[in-house]
């Protein structure tokens, strides 16, 4: 399931290590494993044995004379400890009862999954976690809710590609993708009716998370005629999120020279005092910082308007251009918006090019009139 997967990190049976490619040390805690797809994760290896004493109804007794009987086997100075995935939880009684003397010994202390992965980093090279001969197909919840967990994990990774961790939307989605990734809504026994709770999990991060994406708008991207070679070209965007977000902004156009003039909060139309947000001098585009043909730059869009000035330039004459807003500036980025427009260039070779076309026509027609008449009188002069 590592392809559906959203986390970077995973608690599993320390079993699977003989699924690995290659063999792993003798008290490995953690590895990181990838599929034939190469969907990459953290796996976290917990000790089989004592999580086998974890499953209801529980004996704290037996499982700390295990416990013991590990520490004295050998050198050990970590272990991971959790219950098998039966889908039933272990009594709180018998749970509170394991921290409390966990709590109160002084030859063992607890510490969190963050704490043991700055301890136990994995090797950077990922190890191929092959399939199980025992692995059936997937039924047809189970094909159901990943086809849902994989599209909502798409969309909750767009989000987070432009906005912050933090902020609510981000995090609310995360934790509904979350919940929608447990095997138990399409565990052995399952109903349809937890099916559709897992389910409306993933539909519901995914929903959060695309109605966050679309906030992000062109809200004017109009046609524009310049006297020259080159002009300023506003293009302005709507952030409608409470929040900021970081976009690539893609502007793209034949046989024109683009670069990025400055970025400014707000709508220049109707307000005055614009506070820049990035303010460069206007660049040269006879010289190498502008880009022939296509534009890519990173720009964080405030909460409203900002205003992304485009330094535009061409010989001459009329030419189309395309803007898109993207979640980065990296290939397989993903469209937010996109917006198409033309720009027109006043030059005297244009000009003098147009003209003289003009006058061409002109000429080609007064001589066809001119033929014209003289026909007209020859056929009258022999009637």
Known sequence: LLGQAAVDYAVAPGSLASRLSEPVEPGSITVRVRNEEHDRVTLILADDGLGGLLAPPGDAALFFARLAAELASGPVTDLVVAPPVTFELPPAAFL????????ASSWLSTVTVADLLRVHSPASRPLLLKGGASESQPGYLEESLLAAVGSAGAAVAQLSAIADATRLPVERSRRLLYL????????????????????LYATGAESLARAELAKVVFKKLDSDWFWGRQGTLPI????????????????????????????KAGDPSGVKGLTPVREEPAPD??????VT????QVVELVPGTTT????????????GMKARLTTGTAPDAVA?????????FITLSWLARWVGLALGLIVVGLTALVLLRRRKGRKAATS
């Open 96 to 103: 509170e009862q394991v921290y409390r003397e966990l709590l």
């Open 180 to 199: 929608a990734e447990s095997r138990f809504w399409y565990r052995a026994g399952a109903g349809l009716e937890q099916a559709n709770m897992g389910l």
């Open 308 to 319: 992304i000035n485009v330094r535009v330039s061409a010989t001459g004459g009329l030419h």
């Open 236 to 263: 302005l965007v709507e952030n409608k999120a409470d929040y900021p977000v970081t976009v690539g902004v893609h502007v793209s156009g034949d046989g024109l020279r683009l670069a990025i003039e400055s970025t």
């Open 285 to 290: 585009l006879s010289g190498s910082t502008a």
């Open 336 to 344: 937010l918006a996109e917006a198409a427009t033309s720009v027109g």
């Open 293 to 296: 043909g296509e534009l890519t």
